[in-house]
């Protein structure tokens, strides 16, 4: 609580260092918030469906969903690593996307959303993942020999018709370099306010020293010079008047 208030207290001392702060951190925000490269973004959701063999000619797909989301985290997994990365975005240079499971349902449905620099890169981006994603679930099951007819398949459930601005990332960005600009604002003013204040003690510490004398400090030649004074007075004492008449 003591180094709180000695906090706070420094920094109403330095004002001026706190305004000045807060002023040049407003500035670096309005700057980043101005030049900061647009982002775009689109969203897809892909539904795995069951193989026509587990469901029957006559079956309902719909009620054969459970049970795949092993199959799921198997299919992430490989369209996040780095060769079918390297491969998608061969043509898209600095876009990215990133596919994970839909958290607000308990089916096996895939979230694949695509960032890029334009609107007309992101939805071609997020066109050739959802394009890759049928393919590398062929891949998983050709490995392990699954016969056609037995074979997981994907199908398209929502798909964004636009790209639209990524403002999440920038207002991140803006509160990060907000709240850095503060804290380093109030760590400069605790600091200053410290180096003024040792400044100003040893300054009234000069100015307050006083020139002590010699004789008076020194206790052995206070005594000395008493006992020279003492010898020098007469010695009186046992020493009776002569007497002027007869005896």
């Known amino acids: 609580m003591m180094q709180f208030r000695t906090v706070i207290a420094s920094i109403i ?64 997994r ?4 780095q060769p079918v990365k390297e491969r998608v975005l061969a043509n898209f240079g600095t876009a990215t996307y990133a596919a994970e499971p839909d958290r607000g349902t308990n089916g096996a449905i895939l979230v694949i959303t695509a960032t890029a620099d334009s609107p007309e890169q992101t939805m071609s981006l997020l ?29 398209n459930l929502l798909v964004d018709r636009q790209a639209v601005p990524e403002v999440k990332a920038r207002t991140q960005l803006v509160l990060v370099a907000g709240a850095g600009g503060v804290a380093v604002t109030l760590v400069i003013a605790v600091l200053l306010d410290g180096l003024l204040l040792t400044r100003r003690r040893r300054k009234l510490a000069a100015e307050q020293e006083i020139t002590v004398d010699p004789l008076a400090a020194s206790p052995v030649r206070s005594r000395n010079r008493n006992k020279a004074q003492a010898t020098t007075e007469p010695e009186t004492d046992g020493v009776l008047p002569l007497s002027s008449g007869p005896s």
Request: aromatic fraction near 6%.
């Open 13 to 76: 001392r330095r004002w001026y260092v706190l305004v000045a702060g807060i002023l040049v951190t407003g500035l670096v925000c309005v700057a980043i918030q101005m030049n900061a490269p647009d982002k775009f973004k689109a969203q897809a959701s892909l539904v795995l469906m069951p193989s026509s063999q587990s469901i029957g000619a006559a079956g309902n797909p719909y009620l054969y969903l459970g049970g795949m989301s092993e199959a799921l985290d198997i299919l992430i």
């Open 78 to 81: 490989k369209l996040s690593s």
């Open 127 to 155: 066109k050739a993942v959802m394009e890759e994603t049928p393919r590398s679930l062929n891949e998983m099951q050709e490995a392990l020999n699954v016969a056609v007819p037995a074979r997981i398949t994907t199908m």
